[in-house]
C-alpha cells in the first residue's frame, strides 16, 4: 500500500529471523514431524540475505515515519555518513563561533540559537545589548524582545545554509534508500507471506499441542 515506515522493516526482518530459528529447531530435532508441519517448516522459506541487509541497514532506534529521517545506520551508506558528518560538523562550528563572539564581546550570557522562524540566531540579554555594535561588528539586528535582542551574523548564515543543504541531502537520500529497501520486501511478498502463514499455522499447531498435553487429551480410535 506504500503506507508502511521504517518500524514495519524491522518487524519484517524479526519475523523472518524468528522463523529461521524455528526451522533450525525443527532441522536439529533429529526426529520426523507430521506432514503438515514439515509443510509448514518447508514454507518458512530461506531468507539470510533480506535479514542481513535490513540488520546492516536499519538504526537500533527507528522513528514511526520515514520523513523523519535518522532510521538508516551509520555505516551502511557512505555517502550518507558523509552528509549527516557535514551537518553536525557545522553546528559543532555554530558552538566554536559562540565562543568566540562571547569572548570579542565579553557578554558570557551570549547564546546561539535556533528557532523554525529565525533559524539560527545569536542572542543577549536586553541590559546587555549596548555592548553589540552594529556599525563596525559582523551583528546584523534581527529582532527585539522584552528581555532579549537577537542578531544574525553572515557566518551563522553561510553556516546554517550548509547545515539545511546536508541535512535536506542526508533526508533525501535516506528516503531514497528506504524505497529500496521497501522494494525488497514487495519483491519478495510472496515469500514472505507464506512464511508469515507457516508461523500463524506453527503457532495455532503449538498452542493446541500445548493445551493437549497439560489437559492430557487423547485422540479416540473410531
Known sequence: LGRGGPRDLAAVRDGLAVAEDIKGIFDNAGIGAPEGITDAINDLGHHDALIDRFRRALAE???????????????????LD????????????????????????????????????????????????????????????????????????????ELEGRIA?????????????FDDLVGEVTGRAYAIALAAGSLAALDVTAGLAVLARERRYTRPVV
Open 61 to 79: 532506534d527507528l522513528p514511526l515515519y520515514a520523513r523523519d529521517g535518522g532510521f538508516i545506520a551509520a555505516g551502511y551508506a557512505p555517502e
Open 82 to 157: 558523509e552528509f549527516r558528518a557535514l551537518r553536525d560538523e557545522s553546528r559543532r562550528l555554530i558552538a566554536g563561533l559562540q565562543s568566540r563572539y562571547v569572548e570579542e564581546t565579553s557578554i558570557t550570557t551570549l547564546k546561539a540559537k535556533h528557532n523554525n522562524v529565525l533559524g539560527y540566531f545569536i542572542e543577549v540579554p536586553a541590559k546587555q545589548a549596548d555592548k553589540i555594535s552594529l556599525d563596525d561588528g559582523p551583528f546584523i539586528h534581527r529582532q527585539t524582545l522584552a528581555n532579549a535582542v537577537r542578531y544574525s551574523t553572515v557566518e551563522l548564515g
Open 165 to 177: 543543504k546536508a541535512a535536506d541531502q542526508a533526508l533525501a537520500l535516506e528516503l531514497s534508500l
